[in-house]
């Protein structure tokens, strides 16, 4: 039951950012269709809605958002780094095999 219960807050999470609507324990619990005290009694189901009220506070922040370019400013260098070994890799492979020049006779 526990799984079940962690999946519906998830999920109710989850609706609630794609709805801009705040992430408070009133909404999840009406959401996921779990009681409120159990919100707050269960340590994991807790936790998850506090991650997810922060996550969705620091993502409308400037540096929150700073946060974020950043982070995929790196994955897309990376991203272009193995892109180019890979170009340089099949330019090695299809070159045609370098043959010795024929003496004049």
């Not at 109710?12 to 992430?23: D, K, R, W």
């Not at 620091?58 to 780094?81: F, H, K, N, P, W």
Request: net charge positive.
């Amino acid at each position: 039951m526990s799984d079940e219960r962690l999946r519906r807050v998830e999920q109710a999470c989850a609706e609630l950012v794609a709805a801009s609507q705040a992430i408070t324990f009133d909404a999840v619990a009406a959401r996921a269709g779990i009681g409120r005290a159990t919100l707050y009694r269960r340590p994991e189901l807790h936790a998850l809605v506090h991650e997810h009220r922060q996550r969705a506070a620091e993502a409308l922040t400037l540096s929150g958002l700073a946060v974020q370019i950043d982070q995929l400013r790196i994955g897309l260098e990376a991203l272009a780094a193995k892109v180019r070994r890979h170009e340089e890799l099949l330019r090695k492979l299809t070159r045609p095999p370098r043959t010795k020049a024929k003496k004049a006779r």
